[in-house]
T-cell receptor, first 115, second 109 residues
């Protein structure tokens, strides 16, 4: 398939553990976004990459959250010392353009549950 | 503070009739608006968009209307089909994307 792929689909971790969520964007897509979606809410912006450069990380809720895209393709969102409030669906999206005027293509998300 | 609001959590419509989904926003700097459709356990899928320089954009059964003075966006689906049953999110862009909380549409056969 040529869509955005996220893994794992489901992740259960104990409070205090570190987790890593992976996103494979559509090949050739320049922009990559991470969102957090709490139950009953819309996606909330976390961070944005253009190629390997992280241009905006203003949505990351704390310094426990870290994202990288070292080669401008695959991206990893890492959450350290997880807390229960981190439980959510984490969505990755990619886009063809380098601006905010292009629709984003979303993956199916990783559902993270912190016990 | 929610900059994009969808005040109707759910909507039910008979098959063949028009579905109207509404969205309000507060930031007058938003200049690009989109609608996404989401099925359970899947990511949102792009449906239709509109630039702030337009007031209407149409794509098949889907039409998006933008009223900048009222800061209001709507999505019309005509005719509605059972396969349209999903959660619909509106989103607005100004340096980043802001999403509403979604409206769950049920099209009754």
């Amino acid at each position: 398939g040529a869509g955005v792929s996220q893994s794992p689909r489901y992740k259960v971790a104990k409070r205090g553990q570190d987790v890593a969520l992976r996103c494979d964007p559509i090949s050739g897509h320049v922009s990559l976004f991470w969102y957090q979606q709490a139950l009953g809410q819309g996606p909330e912006f976390l961070t944005y990459f253009q190629n390997e450069a992280q241009l905006d990380k203003s949505g990351l809720p704390s310094d426990r959250f870290f994202a990288e895209r070292p080669e401008g393709s695959v991206s990893t969102l890492k959450i350290q010392r997880t807390q229960q409030e981190d439980s959510a669906v984490y969505l990755c999206a990619s886009g063809t353009g380098s601006d905010w005027y292009q629709p984003q293509h979303f993956g199916d998300g990783t559902r993270l549950s912190i016990l | 503070d929610q900059q994009v609001k969808q005040n109707s959590p759910s909507l039910s419509v008979q098959e063949g009739r028009i579905s109207i989904l509404n969205c309000d926003y507060t930031n007058s700097m938003f200049d690009y608006f989109l609608w996404y459709k989401k099925y359970p356990a899947e990511g949102p899928t792009f449906l239709i968009s509109i630039s702030s320089i337009k007031d209407k954009n149409e794509d098949g059964r889907f039409t998006v209307f933008l009223n900048k003075s009222a800061k209001h966006l709507s999505l019309h689906i005509v005719p509605s089909q059972p396969g349209d049953s999903a959660v619909y999110f509106c989103a607005a862009s100004e340096a980043q994307f802001y999403f509403g909380t979604g409206t769950s549409l049920t099209v009754i056969p």
